[in-house]
T-cell receptor, first 109, second 115 residues
Framework: LAKTTQPISMDSYEGQEVNITCSHNNIATNDYITWYQQFPSQGPRFIIQGYKTKVTNEVASLFIPADRKSSTLSLPRVSLSDTAVYYCLVEKNTGKLIFGQGTTLQVKP | DGGITQSPKYLFRKEGQNVTLSCEQNLNHDAMYWYRQDPGQGLRLIYYSQIVNDFQKGDIAEGYSVSREKKESFPLTVTSAQKNPTAFYLC??????????????FGSGTRLTVV
């Protein structure tokens, strides 16, 4: 299974752009890269998914280089409510979604 | 609104008892999953089911059991054989199409505490 590696924690201030990078060196051809957000005592929530290049939605952007061995989640102008754990996952068609430890983002005023 | 409902939100269990956590979805999703989350940790897969009347063990299935008699329901039983059951339990579902899974949706979780 493709293993992902991301920083354990990050700090930021309100209004700043936050970039969280994830490495997935053994990603397979048919795999997608997906990011989830989790608040304490809640289930993870889908943020964004991509296969290659760049994807943007109303919440975030996802940058994926040509070799697809890493990806970067970009959160524009974060607020205090963006304080959460962010998980990078490689989705396969095996029927299982494997989570790592995620990145705890702390946004400060 | 479609979604996943987990109940109860909080559950207390005495040592040696079996307890069952409920998970119901009205999203018409084919696949359903159970995860366990311990403090400060990521989610670990307990069991998953891709179709009715079929399920597979995840990474930490020992001490747990499931059933999938209906598409909408995937209850998890935490048995007395589970040595450390205190945790946050999350249920999820996804669409299964062309042998791949899409659109994972999670419930709001059940916090189980052994007293």
């Amino acid at each position: 299974l493709a293993k992902t590696t991301q920083p354990i924690s990050m700090d930021s201030y309100e209004g700043q752009e936050v970039n969280i990078t994830c490495s997935h060196n053994n990603i397979a051809t048919n795999d997608y890269i997906t990011w989830y957000q989790q608040f304490p005592s809640q289930g993870p929530r889908f943020i964004i998914q991509g296969y290659k290049t760049k994807v943007t939605n109303e919440v975030a952007s996802l940058f994926i280089p040509a070799d697809r061995k890493s990806s970067t989640l970009s959160l524009p102008r974060v607020s205090l409510s963006d304080t959460a754990v962010y998980y990078c996952l490689v989705e396969k068609n095996t029927g299982k979604l494997i989570f790592g430890q995620g990145t705890t983002l702390q946004v400060k005023p | 609104d479609g979604g996943i409902t987990q109940s109860p939100k909080y559950l207390f269990r005495k040592e040696g008892q079996n307890v069952t956590l409920s998970c119901e979805q009205n999203l018409n999703h084919d696949a359903m999953y159970w995860y366990r989350q311990d403090p400060g940790q990521g989610l670990r897969l307990i069991y998953y089911s891709q179709i009715v009347n079929d399920f597979q063990k995840g990474d930490i299935a020992e001490g747990y059991s499931v059933s999938r008699e209906k598409k909408e329901s995937f209850p998890l039983t935490v048995t007395s054989a589970q040595k450390n059951p205190t945790a946050f339990y999350l249920c999820a579902s996804s669409i299964r199409k062309d042998r791949a899974n899409y659109g994972y949706t999670f419930g709001s979780g059940t916090r189980l505490t052994v007293v």
